[in-house]
Nanobody
Framework: VQLVESGGGLVQAGGSLRLSCAASDPTFSSYSIGWFRQAPGKEREFVVFIGWRGMTTNYADSVKDRFTISRDNAKNTVYLQMNSLKPEDTAVYYC????????WGQGTQVTVSS
């Protein structure tokens, strides 16, 4: 499964961005999808997860009530709506697809200025 993230950029604190994770593989809808992020000098950390049917989600405490994950299986795409962004949200955001194996995208940079 090849994953392509997009939607990153530079935004001021309090602003919003929507990330997308798209796949060309028609089996994408059978994968659970997660977003992870890695800030400079830090380990990659979990952000949010969505089950393959879109009925199960799980958020890191640090993003709960600010980020929303959704998926459109007809478009083979998962979205991450990020609101009320904070400088500490600055990181490279990675999409992960998991069923039996793990697949990763190349990442998209999100920079939040104070």
């Amino acid at each position: 499964v090849q994953l392509v993230e997009s939607g990153g950029g530079l935004v001021q604190a309090g602003g919003s961005l929507r990330l997308s994770c798209a796949a060309s593989d028609p089996t994408f809808s059978s994968y659970s999808i997660g977003w992870f992020r890695q800030a400079p000098g830090k380990e990659r950390e979990f952000v949010v997860f969505i089950g393959w049917r879109g009925m199960t989600t799980n958020y890191a405490d640090s993003v709960k009530d600010r980020f929303t994950i959704s998926r459109d299986n007809a478009k083979n795409t998962v979205y991450l709506q990020m609101n009320s962004l904070k400088p500490e949200d600055t990181a490279v955001y990675y999409c992960n697809a998991r069923r039996i194996n793990d697949y990763w995208g190349q990442g998209t940079q999100v920079t939040v200025s104070s």
